[in-house]
DNA sequence: ATTAATTTTAACAAAATATTTATATTTTAA
DNA sequence: TTAAAATATAAATATTTTGTTAAAATTAAT
């Protein structure tokens, strides 16, 4: 909900880049899309992309040798690459070369089977890289990430997944002021156009849900709210 | 069902080895096939397989000492081996020499055989790492790992394999939230690509099952679904 | 090879949540 | 103290997410 993935789609045919691009932005991902891997290679530097779909066969630099490069590189050696190609024998190569524990699609493809493998590896590297979040206690309350619960002199009450958000950040860093548009940016990603009065609404549901802890959560007139006491 | 079991083949004769290959492949093993034990030894430090099949008369290495190479190491003791071989005479001597409490097959066998017997040790094994499961009760709920049903207040119900799974992975962590997204992934394998909302059928119909207790899954909206009262 | 069982998908209804709007109340600053 | 600015609140609306059903696809069993 933070910020989309971003995807590298890397092949000389502008329809099949299209084809790409169209699906993955509907599915919410930020497409960025080359005709060579030259091309890719300038943009790698600038932008991180989350994963990389991959033609075999282009001109110059082609699939084969551009994932070499990455995977012999430390810093992308681990974002996942889905290979493309028209000819099965061609993925035979790649997948006997060992270019990394990938994936392969021959084209055509259905764009079904894009999305969920897509989908799939970019699961995968959310688990390994560690964003676990840990319970954050403050005298009797306590929000709890594993359920996404409030426990409050014992007792436990729901959070909606946007209260949660918004309460973890305070009490992650207590004493820090954030500006309502901070709270938009971080709870909803920065492309996200919502009025300011909105938070007004979900930090006084949260105010509610504290009972009788709600002035943890303080107004800063002209500023924002923040957790303290 | 997380991954595909590996198999090795090994046998001098291509057809044979072919045989078995597409049946077990067929069964959903991933096989590998060698003409020789050198040549399979080299693979061992690549693919650690779940289990062999390993012809007894070979060129170079046979099947006698490659058994005897396996046993003879810590790390590939435990793995189950099949013997294959055209004379009863020659298992004999496999059984007598006490190579490993493993399993022995003739020359011709039947397809049926070779997967029973397959499967059979492979249950075995799975069983012996430690993965037995308790049966798991909560209040007049209880599940049952042995024939998958559940018991709610004394009567039985029927549960489907993916249903046990789920609840199993629920009732194991009550409290804790899981998104569609972790269910597919230890349920199903990481590798495998369904429409996250499947779970909310599968969800649907293990709250049907429960009964007056269908309550104790609770969605979590935004989030995913969770056990707890 | 059929049949049955299970899993998955798709479509739409229902529920939950988020956002906006309008208005009341409080805070700020001259 | 008082007008302007900012926030709190409640109610209306929009959006997102989930529940449910039925049909299609896959898998297992006969």
Redesign the interface.
């Known amino acids: 909900m933070k910020t989309k993935k971003k995807i590298f789609v890397i092949d000389d045919e502008a329809d099949i880049q299209e084809i790409i691009r169209i699906n993955l932005e509907n599915e919410g991902y930020e497409v960025s899309t080359f005709s060579s891997a030259e091309e890719a290679e300038k943009y790698l530097e600038k932008i991180f992309p989350d994963l990389i779909i991959l033609d075999v066969m282009m001109d110059g630099i082609d699939g084969y040798d551009f994932c070499k490069l990455l995977k012999s590189s430390n810093d992308y050696r681990n974002i996942p690459v889905i290979f493309l190609s028209a000819k099965t024998d061609e993925l035979d190569k790649v997948v006997g070369l060992e270019l990394g524990g990938d994936d392969y699609m021959t084209k055509p493809f259905g764009i079904k089977?894009l999305k969920?493998?897509v989908?799939?590896h970019l699961?995968?590297t959310a688990?390994s890289a560690g964003n676990e979040k840990n319970e954050i206690t403050y005298k009797e309350v306590s929000l709890n990430p594993?359920?996404?619960s409030l426990k409050i002199d014992g007792d436990y009450v729901?959070l909606?997944?946007?209260e949660f958000e918004i309460l973890y950040m305070f009490m992650k860093h207590p004493s820090k002021i954030f500006s309502r548009d901070n709270i938009i940016d971080s709870i909803k990603g920065e492309d996200v156009f919502v009025v300011d009065r909105t938070i007004d609404v979900h930090i006084m549901n949260l105010r509610k849900k504290l009972g009788k802890y709600k002035n943890l959560i303080k107004t800063f007139s002209g500023v924002g709210y923040g957790f303290r006491e």
């Open positions: 089977e969920s493998r989908k799939a699961r995968r688990k594993e359920n996404y729901a909606t997944k946007t």
